[in-house]
């Protein structure tokens, strides 16, 4: 049973546009998401996170929104750049289990130069 | 600052053999959590070791088990391995008394059971 779910397996985007990275997740005791970005033979790196009682979190270039009501989120990347090109997972965590990440099966970004 | 390491990067068993792969953790981190990464899929959660203790439990058999050394280094163990356990296994280190800390993870161990 996949309770968090990226239904986009691969994204294409122009250098300097921006990327939408979407996320679906059925289990309403979520309550912390993070993404994470992984490069071919390394492990998944942390991007940014974002807490149930906020609907946004901003990084630099990076946005989060969080859709309770949906359960859903998006990543936001603003502008592309070609190092972006990655695996992006998105991930969630419940109350009482805050280390045990639930994961999408991840959506490949390719920015095109 | 050293990251979490895991070793060895590869690993190529026979079906029945038994496999035990190592990490250490971030520096400064006190609990240890393992992921299983199957091709084209998401890492999923085995278990989770804190105070040498397994703290938390995905849905694995027994056939997975743990050890947390006093340094917070941690070893997991599959036994009578199966095809179906090919993947790539991921360590990830964290600092359990943080509600939603972020996990760190290392760049994984391939394991291949032919």
């Known amino acids: 049973d996949q309770q968090v779910k990226q239904n986009s397996p691969s994204l294409s985007v122009q250098e300097g546009r921006i990327s939408i990275l979407n996320c679906d997740y059925t289990n309403s005791m979520f309550d912390y998401f993070l993404w994470y970005k992984k490069y071919p033979a390394e492990g998944p790196t942390f991007l940014i996170s974002i807490s149930s009682i906020k609907d946004k979190n901003e990084d630099g270039r990076f946005t989060v929104f969080l859709n309770k009501s949906a359960k859903h989120l998006s990543l936001h990347i603003v502008p592309s750049q070609p190092g972006d090109s990655a695996v992006y997972f998105c991930a969630a965590s419940t109350p009482t289990g805050a280390n045990n990440l639930f994961f999408g099966t991840g959506t490949r970004l390719t920015v095109i130069p | 600052d050293a990251g979490v390491t895991q070793s060895p990067t590869h690993l190529i068993k026979t079906r029945g053999q038994q496999v035990t792969l190592r990490c250490s953790p971030k520096?400064?981190?006190?609990?240890v959590s393992w992921y299983q990464q199957a091709l084209g899929q998401g890492p999923q959660f085995i278990f989770q070791?804190?105070?040498?203790?397994?703290?938390q439990r995905g849905n694995f058999p027994d056939r997975f088990s743990g050890h947390q050394f006093p340094n917070y280094s941690s070893e997991l163990n599959v036994n009578a391995l199966l095809l179906g356990d090919s993947a790539l296994y991921l360590c990830?280190?964290?600092?359990?008394?943080?509600?939603?800390?972020?996990?760190?993870f290392g760049p994984g161990t391939r394991l291949t059971v032919l």
């Open positions: 990830a280190s964290s600092l359990v008394v943080v509600a939603g800390d972020t996990q760190y």
């Open positions: 070791y804190y105070e040498e203790e397994e703290r």
């Open positions: 520096s400064g981190h006190d609990t």
